[in-house]
């Protein structure tokens, strides 16, 4: 069975394969330049409390960090663009296959994107999902992150001429973004694993979150 990092090539060569060669010049370019920005180091990292949060989730019901961790020894936490990205359903379609055993470690697991309910999911497909989708209003939590970069100039472009449209899809003015991060909170409320890359094709294998779950459930015996 293929890791998601493997799909993800597949994925990033089928992409690139359909796109003019100005414009791979312009993503791999503005990519090492988000790369070279070092935000992963600016971010809240191991040992920070995660911060607290209401956000809605599909159905508009408020989420908390203290009501997640009632129900759980442990949250697991996705930040992704939206569902019009590809490489982001790649990997929360990689999370719901191993649900069950994330729950079995006494864990939880809910994704967070600034992309507004209504333009995100279809009633069929919040059907589907068998865990919480938030919304988080302009960035406002991944900001407190650390996590949040702007589409400008050439990158904005790029975007624009695949007809992604990410003031629409998160309904305000900007063209801001959460880098794809994943965060594991535990019971105390601090962060006790991240994992957060700017490059856009790199993202956490669900394989390396459940071993750290087990970990941790280990941890607590």
């Known amino acids: 069975m293929a890791t998601l990092a ?9 992409e690139m394969s359909h796109m003019p060669e100005d414009v791979l010049k312009r993503i791999a370019s503005i990519t090492k330049e988000l790369i070279a920005g070092e935000i992963e180091k600016n971010a809240l990292g191991i040992g920070d409390p995660f ?7 599909t159905d ?5 960090i203290p009501s997640l ?6 949250v697991v936490i996705n930040f992704y663009h939206g569902q019009w990205c590809p490489f982001c359903n790649y990997e929360i379609n990689a999370y719901q296959q191993v649900m069950s055993k994330i729950r079995a470690l ?4 809910v994704g967070i994107s600034p992309q507004l309910p209504d333009h995100a999911f ?3 497909e919040k059907r589907r999902l068998n865990f919480d989708v938030l919304f988080d209003k302009s960035n406002e939590l ?4 650390g996590i949040v970069f702007e589409l400008k100039g050439p990158l904005k472009d790029v975007y624009s001429e695949f007809g992604y449209d ?8 900007t063209w801001q973004l959460p880098i794809s991060s994943t965060y594991i909170v535990n019971k105390s409320g601090d962060i006790a694993q991240c994992f957060v890359d700017a490059d856009y094709v790199h993202r956490t294998d669900p394989q390396q979150v459940l071993r750290i779950l087990e970990l941790m459930m280990k941890g607590r015996h």
Request: glycine share 6%; with cysteine; hydrophobic share 35%.
């Open 6 to 14: 493997e799909e993800l090539k597949v994925l990033q060569g089928h």
């Open 166 to 173: 990410i003031p629409e899809c998160n309904g305000d003015d």
């Open 106 to 109: 006494r864990a939880t697991f």
């Open 51 to 57: 911060p607290d949060f209401e956000l809605s989730n």
């Open 69 to 74: 961790l009632e129900k759980a020894d442990a």
């Open 122 to 124: 279809s009633p069929r």
């Open 142 to 145: 991944a900001k407190r992150l």
């Open 60 to 64: 508009g019901e408020v989420v908390t």
